[in-house]
């Protein structure tokens, strides 16, 4: 079993940044996807940022040049998020994928408004 803690999030006005990080722990593999996707009420759960143990990252057209997914530890993957807008507020969870099984957190709010 995995678990998937994340933190980071709140409140921040449009412009600025905020970091946030997902800590795994349990039984882990070398050879996993580790991935933020946020979601709004109402809406489908959205794929933001992946970043595989080897390194590969891909980032959804809407955060291109904003958000940077990266290893911060062992076991601990950051989402560095900048310039942020209003249309950035949502739940963000983490999610890691290991041998076909994916693992979710439970999720941190990050809300964009002045």
């Known amino acids: 079993q995995v678990q998937l803690v994340e933190s980071g999030g709140g409140l921040v006005q449009p412009g600025g940044s905020l970091r946030l990080s997902c800590a795994a722990s349990?039984?882990?593999?070398?050879?996993?996807?580790m991935e933020w996707y946020r979601q709004t009420p109402g809406k489908q759960r959205e794929l933001v940022a992946s970043?595989?143990?080897?390194?590969?990252t891909n980032y959804a057209d809407s955060v291109k040049g904003r958000f940077a997914i990266s290893p911060d530890g062992p076991d601990t993957v950051s989402l560095q998020m900048s310039s942020l807008k209003p249309e950035d507020t949502a739940v963000y969870y983490c999610?890691?994928?290991?041998?076909?099984?994916?693992?979710w957190g439970q999720g941190t709010q990050v809300t964009v408004s002045s």
């Open positions: 999610k890691r994928t290991q041998l076909g099984v994916g693992y």
């Open positions: 970043i595989r143990s080897g390194g590969w």
């Open positions: 349990g039984r882990l593999f070398g050879n996993y996807i």
